[in-house]
């Protein structure tokens, strides 16, 4: 060590001189930086480390507190804190210091105070805020240094909920001329996206623009994005595809600058990059595959030096060829590649070969007999890693007939394995296969299968000990419990379980794991009166020597006095308190119990004192002992609801009586944290968050419910979770499910492979059978003999023509023994977690809409139309002739929405006022009106209308008549008078059939907003008992006339209107509804409507006085930034974006001063909600407070649609 | 997705770290020294790809010193092995002698009194556990301007 420390010191003042001639600052051998370093290369041990740290911590302390420090020592001072966390040792007083280092340095300092803060701070760190300033100035700094900096740490870390404030900023250098700023500012989007994907979601276009960048570099940093966002849906971007084979074709074609090559390969991680995005995009998509397959061609053909960056080009392109539509020619190649792989001397390369192997085996299966011979080799390979990896891949080419030999090669490796981490897993693997084929072996005896089975999960439970995953006893008890159809099979199982426990106990207990000890007792105290010649005082005694040892947790304890408790009455303890008499064994079984409860009753675990006590009283009442431990199992019988389904009509009683819906425990929390004043991260919950919640609100209904804790309860799903793979279940056929055994239900596909069962009988046990697999030898030939055999009974199984049967042949549906109500958990869970991630990262304008359709689960309203009116449908076909029947384009929008549309629940529109009052009020309304509407309502707007009916989003907010407009179209005739004066939109068509058209109009009443549906008989008779109804969960409905009409006479024309309030705030809400009449000969038909109303309809402008804004405005509380897009840059935008705000979505303006603009407006009769717009760095920042939570954010959707709409 | 990036020596001395996920600081000595132990206890003709956790790291020697990337599963090893051949190149690059074969004491000391200088030139190749770029000149470029301006 002293030489060492010696040549250090000597070898000191060159570097110095070296320091200067690279331009770093000047480090004297006496500075501060200097010594800490030499002190560092000193150390001797942990304790000197501690005491110099301290010391320098203290020294750094004083240093940066005194005023004098100038920047430029202060540079030194973090570099010096820097190693000091590096080293594990906390220097919190110098984040401040490094975030003033980042604002007052000059270049270099400035870069390291960035740095310091890159490194200290994480990104929830609250004085990341004080970045947020300097990011900004730094930003805008002529100085290209500084604004590569800040994009920089931008990039790296930085407040999500204060992105806005610099985004247009960010955004603008998309277009700076140099290419460093352009590929820098595309990275801090890469970032934006990564953590608050919402807010990036304008941008797309240029993401667009960056990806066909002039500069390779930019090209390059777009495709991060890209293959984040193509993870997340393919689908988007599958005409890219083209773009990305080209992209790559230049790459590869070496077109690109020669300084990306590295060791003469053309950018290679620009390469991996690609091949990973096209492998994304071609997975399932043959057209988008075809696309490729020159390029990777090209690709394979192209690699041909021989060094590592090639083989990790090639390792990617095998990866995509085998993930994309596949391809013979291409398929051939990639093996060849794979097997060069996996026969190279190289180790790295070997390993890689083994991972692609087994990556690719699913598909192939073949491929692994191939190499069958180099896998055996890398069984036995000195490397562990190796070993792993190989096992791995084994694990995945398991069927029934190998299923003994490489389970044995899992345990052995677990024997030796020391890692918590590889035996958690492998156990967890072993566990899976052994539940999986325990009874699949060829062997026609059930007893070795048996024996193998439960000896296996022996093996586990001692390995695995504490670390396993806790399902893995509980499914094996479970499998044990629910058994197969085949009593006598369960029996042999449970019998030779209880013979191989006893005999466990008898000789060595003591080591064996409590979670085992556990498993050993269940399975004594349920099952060991099956074995005849066993004395159930000698099970007893056995397991209450447990109780007295020392090393037996207390939860183990509990599950061995239940055990005895059940044991109990086997050993005829009732009997004799009963008076029945008893013999000698069965007196000193009783006494033993006795004792046992006796001992325990005074037990401080109190748990154990509540066991020992009902013991006690159990062993002396038979007949309460059968009824609360009946002997044989009720398992066959029981069911176990985990959707909790009997509870749904006390919850929806509940629900309907007021109670707040049931939310988890992680809603309940990010609620609270919302609700707090002051919060300091508003951005942060503010849209999707607002969203999600009202959308799991919403969503508590008993199905989702279901869902959930079917997950929960599916412990092997969980323990699949658990290992790092996530095909691993693919292409292995299923003897054991999730669902316990599946016996008998296919056929096992063992024919073919006669000759080798005589290779590969599965021996009785398994030490004589890896004995005489792998025998140490020094013959040579004898050897390879042994791997021969080996081989043979590895592969077995996996020949050609039953491969097919490893390739995810869909599994027949399992009997479902523990009658779980989960089934399709799976794929439910899938698509409902896809459509939660993907929905945010949808196009713009779809993620609020999505998100908003999909609070509605699959739709009772189409199955009610379906059952109420069937033949309904058929004879409006048949009627159909008459031709003058007009069908307006909507009705497949509507219905296709409709389709979407939350159940009906509220039923508000059943309390209909009598018909009478429809018919008093409305017959003024419709005079003169009936010509001009017949036969059916003329369509004012035709397409554009009916189509945002029907779609939605994308279109228009209505278009607002101004009241004093006096060229009204026709059909506003029909508005009842008091509504004719008010702002109203377009009578737009809703539904049609030959009789009947249906129409609405919003009209927008000071105080709610009045939706007026509009029924206009097309038909020459009139139409009976028309009713409406309307649904919408969202909102209040609090008033309606006329909705319901005794009659409604030909070629005349009724109104019916709902007025509608909204409580809650919502971007938009759908109203879906039916209406239904009779013929006056005829059936009954439904009409389905539905219509979009947006929060626009139910704002209106709040008239405030600027002192009393200012009031308001500090006692509110939630709060939202954004930077919107400014109109009229030129002109006075501020005006005019108000202006624009003001007349489409019905604010009032309160007062404008300089550039800034105070705006303010309230949902129907509730709360207000209050803007502060400013003009700023090109765009509109606003800044808006409401008492309520959702409301901000929801304006702000509608504020960004009125301004980009323009 | 590269998790986390250190240099260490072989006396299993932390030289550089640099984490791509939150750690938090009080575990990350302890997570040193496993991963250390991990890699400097495997003999020359293992493969330079070891099982941490559900991590996988990456190492490689020069001289005295090691790089140890920790990555995520759906990572490709070995053009992260090579990542780091292309990261030693670009300090040799900048230093002007030879990082690749020295004097075991000179790189390492290179590295200890260019702390802030190493870190600025991974910021540009490694960002957020992604390899944002390799290309040399462009990985030294900003660096070498803020040196050029620090001269004048």
Not at chain 2, 22 to 51: H, P, T, Y
């Amino acid at each position: 060590m002293s030489d060492v420390v010696e040549k250090t010191l000597t070898a000191l003042p060159g570097l110095l001189s070296l320091d200067l001639q690279t331009g770093a600052g000047k480090l004297s051998s006496t500075s501060k930086l200097g010594n800490l370093i030499r002190g560092i290369t000193e150390l001797t041990s942990k304790h000197d480390e501690e005491k110099l740290i301290k010391r320098e911590l203290a020294a750094i302390k004083e240093q940066v507190s005194s005023p004098n420090t100038t920047m430029r020592q202060m540079k030194e001072i973090m570099v010096r804190s820097i190693y000091c966390e590096m080293l594990g040792y906390e220097a919190d007083f110098s984040y401040i210091h490094a975030i003033k280092l980042a604002q007052q340095g000059s270049v270099l300092e400035k870069r390291v105070g960035y740095l310091a803060v890159s490194l200290f701070l994480n990104e929830n760190h609250e004085l990341l805020l004080l970045l947020v300033n300097t990011v900004l100035k730094d930003l805008q700094s002529t100085n290209l240094i500084e604004v590569c900096m800040a994009l920089t740490v931008v990039s790296q870390i930085f407040p999500r909920d204060m992105i806005p404030a610099i985004l247009p900023l960010v955004e603008e250098k998309l277009n700076h001329p140099k290419e460093i700023i352009r590929r820098k500012a595309v990275q801090a989007l890469h970032k934006f996206y990564l953590i608050a994907p919402n807010q990036v979601q304008h941008i797309h276009s240029k993401f667009r623009k960056a990806l066909c960048d002039k500069d390779p570099g930019v090209m390059a940093a777009s495709l991060h994005i890209y293959l984040q966002m193509i993870k997340e849906s393919a689908d988007s971007y599958r005409d890219l595809a083209g773009s990305f084979v080209t992209i790559l074709k230049q790459v590869v074609g070496g077109k690109l600058p020669v300084d990306y090559n590295y060791h003469s390969v053309p950018a290679p991680w620009v390469q991996i990059q690609l091949l990973r995005i096209l492998a994304l995009l071609g997975k399932d998509d043959q057209s988008t595959s075809e696309l490729m397959y020159d390029v990777l061609d090209e690709s394979i053909r192209r690699a041909e030096i021989s060094h590592n960056i090639t083989y990790a080009i090639l390792f990617e392109c095998v990866k995509t060829i085998y993930t994309i539509h596949p391809k013979e020619e291409l398929l051939e190649k990639a093996a060849k590649c794979i097997g060069n792989f996996v026969l190279s001397p190289k180790i790295n390369l070997k390993y890689l070969g083994l991972k692609a192997l087994t990556y690719v085996v699913q598909q192939d299966a073949n491929l692994a007999l191939q190499h069958q011979m180099t896998i055996i080799e890398c069984l036995d390979h000195s490397d562990i890693i190796i070993k792993r990896e190989t096992l791995e891949l084994l694990f995945r080419i398991t069927n029934a007939q190998n299923v003994t030999v490489i389970v044995e090669k899992m345990l052995d490796f677990l024997r030796l394995c020391h890692e918590d981490y590889a035996i958690i897993d492998l156990v967890a693997k072993v566990a899976e296969l052994a539940e999986k084929y325990p009874f699949r072996t060829p062997c026609p005896h059930l007893t070795p299968n048996n024996r193998w089975f439960i000896e296996t999960m022996s093996t586990i439970f001692t390995v695995g000990g504490e670390l396993m995953q806790p399902d893995i006893p509980s499914n094996f008890l479970r499998l044990l419990a629910e058994g197969s159809d085949s009593l006598e099979d369960d029996r042999q199982l449970r019998m030779y379980a209880v013979d191989s426990y006893v005999s466990l106990l008898q000789t060595n207990p003591t080591k064996l794991p409590q979670r085992f000890l556990q498993v050993i007792s269940w399975v004594l105290g349920e099952y060991s009166h099956l074995v005849d010649d066993l004395s159930p005082c000698l099970v007893i005694e056995l397991l209450v020597r447990l109780l007295e040892r020392p090393d037996v947790a207390s939860d183990t304890r509990s599950w061995v006095m239940t055990a005895v408790g059940k044991l109990s009455a086997g050993a005829g303890v009732g009997k004799l308190s009963a008076g029945t008499g008893a013999g000698g064994g069965t007196g000193e079984g009783a006494g033993l119990v006795q004792r046992v409860a006796q001992q325990h009753s005074s037990s401080l675990d109190t748990q154990l004192r509540q066991q020992a006590l009902e013991l006690q009283l159990l062993s002396q009442d038979p007949e309460l002992h059968a009824r609360v431990l009946p002997r044989g199992d009720a398992w066959g019988s029981l069911e176990v609801d985990s959707s909790l389904s009997f509870l749904d009509g006390f919850v929806s009683e509940a629900l309907a009586s007021g109670a707040a819906p049931y939310k988890p425990p992680h809603q309940r929390q990010e609620e609270l944290r919302q609700e707090k004043a002051l919060s300091l991260e508003p951005y942060a919950l503010s849209l999707p968050i607002s969203l999600s919640s009202c959308s799991i609100a919403d969503r508590q209904s008993p199905t989702l419910l279901s869902i959930s804790s079917g997950l929960s309860g599916n412990s092997a799903e969980l323990a699949h979770r658990a290992g790092s793979g996530s095909l691993k279940l693919e292409g292995v056929k299923r003897v054991w499910g999730k669902d316990g055994y599946l016996p008998h239900q296919r056929e096992v596909p063992e024919e073919p492979s006669v000759p080798q069962e005589d290779s590969a009988p599965a021996p009785p046990t398994f030490p004589q059978q890896s004995s005489a697999l792998t025998p140490p030898s020094a013959d040579p030939s004898e050897e390879d003999r042994d791997k021969q055999q080996l081989a043979s009974s590895l592969f077995v199984g996996l020949s050609s023509n039953n491969s097919t049967c490893l390739m995810g042949k869909p599994e027949a549906p399992a009997p479902q023994r523990f009658r779980r109500k989960h089934k399709n958990t799976d794929s439910a869970s899938a698509s409902s977690s896809s459509d939660s991630s993907h929905s945010p990262h949808d196009a713009a304008n779809h993620f609020l809409y999505s998100s908003l359709l999909e609070e509605g689960p699959a739709s009772p309203i189409m199955l009610t139309q379906n059952s109420l009116a069937p033949s309904n449908r058929t004879e409006a076909n048949g009627t159909h002739t008459r031709g003058d029947a007009p069908v307006l384009p909507t009705a497949n929008g509507v219905a296709d929405v409709g389709d979407r549309e939350a159940p009906p629940s509220l039923t508000t529109a059943n309390e209909a006022p009598s018909p009478g009052v429809g018919g008093h009020r409305d017959p003024p309304l419709l005079m003169g009106g009936m010509e001009l509407v017949q036969p059916c309502p003329p369509p004012p707007a035709p397409t554009a209308s009916t189509q945002s009916s029907a779609e939605g989003a994308d279109t228009p907010q209505l278009p607002e008549l101004p009241p004093e407009s006096d060229h009204l179209p026709p059909e506003s005739d029909h508005l009842p008078p008091e509504l004719r004066n008010l702002p109203h939109s377009d009578m737009s068509p809703l539904a049609s059939d030959q009789s009947l058209s249906l129409s609405c109009c919003r009209v927008h009443r000071e105080d709610a907003l009045v939706l007026v549906l509009q029924m206009s008989n097309a038909c020459g008779a009139a139409l009976l008992d028309v009713s409406v109804e309307l649904q919408c969960h969202e909102l209040k409905v609090a008033s309606l006339r006329g909705n319901a009409l005794e009659s409604l006479p030909a070629q005349s024309v009724r109104v019916c209107w709902y007025t509608l309030l909204m409580e809650a705030p919502h971007t938009h809400v759908m109203v879906t509804g039916s209406v239904s009449y009779r013929e006056e000969s005829g059936p009954s038909h439904t009409l389905e409507i539905s219509s979009k109303l947006s929060l626009a309809d139910f704002l209106r402008p709040l008239v405030l006085s600027t002192e009393e804004y200012g009031k308001l405005w500090l006692s509110l509380s939630q709060d939202v930034k954004q930077n919107l897009k400014l109109l009229d840059p030129d002109g006075d935008p501020l005006c005019s974006s108000l202006s624009v705000l003001k007349d489409k979505l019905q604010l009032h303006v309160v007062d404008i001063i300089g550039s800034e603009g105070i705006v303010a407006c309230k949902l129907l009769q509730g709360a207000p909600c209050l803007l502060h717009c400013r003009v700023h760095a090109g765009a509109l920042a606003v800044w808006l407070r409401s008492p309520v939570p959702g409301l901000p954010d929801c304006l702000l959707y509608h504020l960004q649609r009125a301004l980009q709409e323009r | 997705m590269i998790k986390f990036f250190l240099m260490v020596n072989k006396q299993g001395q932390t030289r550089l770290s640099k984490y791509y996920e939150n750690v938090d600081i009080s575990k990350r000595a302890a997570l040193e020294a496993d991963v250390v132990k991990g890699c400097l206890s495997r003999r020359k003709d293992e493969c330079s790809f070891v099982e941490y956790k559900d991590y996988k790291l990456v190492y490689r020697q020069y001289a005295a010193l090691y790089i140890v990337v920790g990555i995520t599963d759906t990572e490709n090893e070995l053009s992260i092995y090579e990542l780091v051949h292309n990261f030693i190149e670009v300090l040799d690059k900048y230093f002007s002698r030879v990082v690749i074969y020295p004097s075991p004491i000179q790189s390492e000391l290179d590295i200890m009194f260019n702390l802030d200088k190493v870190h600025i030139i991974l910021d540009e190749m490694i960002l957020n556990g992604h390899v944002v770029e390799t290309n040399k000149n462009r990985i030294l470029a900003p660096l070498l301007v803020l040196d050029k301006m620090v001269e004048s």
